[in-house]
């Protein structure tokens, strides 16, 4: 089976404008979820889509969005971009049947440079 | 809240050396944890996991972690490293039943040839 992807793998933004990522989970996947990498911070969930709903969410401002498609593609959306949004956005798919006892399983993720 | 913590962020060791990374929950009830491995230029990788059952599991590349309830910890060993096994090592954790994982902040291991 393909892995997870994520496109595009490298952004650059400036303040102000907003960004949207994608993400397709491993096939027959159903849930997927976002975590933001920084150095400071490390790895932080930001928030969990499955069948098209929203099930988790982290403590992030609103500026930070997301959605899940029919066919379990995920999108990010990032609006009114700061200089801190930078960083490395992973995205991890899982088979969702109910996040019992479940793997996420994580794409390359997507490098956001804001400047 | 769920919290995981990783000690000792840089790890620098010779080939053939034991490594012991150090993992601390801090939430109650039945847990999820996991050890993921990050290769300089690669994506995370599952080196693996603990859900129930035995509290000695094994992974790949020759690694096993313990948990331990009554520390909450979950540490990673491998009893002989190699160079290729040098990569940021990343403990986490999540709630039974909840796929919202919170990741310690890694160790960076260095293994000299």
């Known amino acids: 089976k393909a892995g997870v992807t994520q496109t595009p793998r490298y952004l650059i933004k400036t303040r102000g404008q907003q960004v949207t990522l994608s993400c397709s989970p491993i096939s027959g996947h159903r849930s997927v979820s976002w975590y933001q990498q920084t150095p400071g911070q490390g790895l932080q969930f930001l928030f969990e889509y499955f069948s098209e709903t929203q099930r988790n969410k982290g403590n992030f401002p609103g500026r930070f969005s997301g959605r899940q498609f029919s066919n379990s593609r995920s999108e990010m959306n990032v609006s009114t971009l700061e200089l801190g949004d930078s960083a490395l956005y992973l995205c991890?798919?899982?088979?969702?049947?109910?996040?019992?006892?479940?793997?996420?399983?994580f794409g390359p993720g997507t490098r956001l440079l804001v400047l | 809240a769920q919290s995981v913590s990783q000690h000792n962020h840089h790890v620098i060791l010779s080939e053939a050396a034991s490594l012991e990374l150090g993992c601390n929950y801090s939430y109650g009830g039945t847990v999820n944890l996991f050890w993921y491995v990050q290769y300089p230029g690669q994506h995370l990788q599952l080196l693996l996991k603990y859900f129930s059952g035995d509290p000695l599991v094994k992974g790949i590349k020759g690694f096993e972690a313990e948990f331990i309830k009554s520390k909450f910890s979950f540490n990673l060993r491998k009893p002989s490293v190699q160079w290729s096994d040098t990569a940021e090592y990343f403990c986490a954790g999540g709630r039974y039943g909840n796929n919202r994982l919170a990741f310690g902040k890694g160790n960076q291991v260095v293994v000299i040839p």
């Open positions: 991890a798919s899982s088979a969702g049947q109910g996040a019992v006892q479940e793997t996420q399983y």
